[in-house]
T-cell receptor, first 117, second 108 residues
């Protein structure tokens, strides 16, 4: 089946630094990737929709200058948390919709746990 | 705006007992509803979708537009069903809106 990977799986960084998280579709092309954030014991909250070759669409309340998204190819989207602060600590999950696949089809990555000290 | 509500954070049942995980939604149009499951230390994966009207691992879910519900049911729970279950809604071409999730614990 379709596999989505995320790298790194976990990262610890100092406050003020930037962290880049990669989301890759390993065996399919994805024109659309989604970035979610999950707080402990909470649901997944959509942050942004990333479309290959165009600007990401951010959800209300998500700072686009803080959470930079780049979808440069059909198999890779990156989320960069700029000037990270402790409140950015969370579990970040991406999902990918296969090119030519149904709108209902999404495959999820394993997530990246970010801890900002 | 769409919303998905899962009223139970935790549901604990004994093996062999029936299971019903509740999900209610609010959306003005015609939604597409899904159930996702996350087993311990694994990624989120699709369990079933309402348009398929399928039974996966013994689970079924019927969309009730009158009650705006999409409850997940299984007649006889198994220990391997223990996991986190998320109800989700897709409106138009947008991404999924998830409920807060229900942890199912099936005790031996």
């Amino acid at each position: 089946g379709a596999v989505v990977s995320q790298h790194p799986s976990r990262v610890i960084c100092k406050s003020g630094t930037s962290v880049k998280i990669e989301c890759r579709s390993l065996d399919f092309q994805a024109t659309t990737m989604f970035w979610y954030r999950q707080f402990p014991k909470k649901s997944l909250m959509l942050m942004a929709t990333s479309n290959e070759g165009s600007k990401a669409t951010y959800e209300q309340g998500v700072e686009k200058d803080k959470f930079l998204i780049n979808h440069a190819s059909l198999t890779l989207s990156t989320l960069t948390v700029t000037s990270a602060h402790p409140e950015d600590s969370s579990f970040y999950i991406c999902s990918a919709r296969p090119h030519g696949g149904g709108l209902q089809t999404q495959y999820f990555g394993p997530g990246t746990r970010l801890l900002v000290l | 705006a769409q919303r998905v509500t899962q009223p139970e954070k935790l549901l604990s049942v004994f093996k062999g007992a029936p299971v019903e995980l509740k999900c209610n939604y609010s959306y003005s149009g015609s939604p597409e509803l899904f159930w996702y499951v996350q087993y311990s230390r694994q990624r989120l994966q699709l369990l079933l979708r309402h348009i398929s009207r399928e039974s996966i691992k013994g689970f079924t879910a019927d969309l009730n537009k009158g009650e705006t519900s999409f409850h997940l049911k299984k007649p006889f729970a198994q220990e391997e069903d223990s996991a986190m279950y998320y109800c989700a809604l897709m409106a138009g071409r947008r991404a999924l809106t998830f409920g807060s999730g229900t942890r199912l614990q099936v005790q031996p």
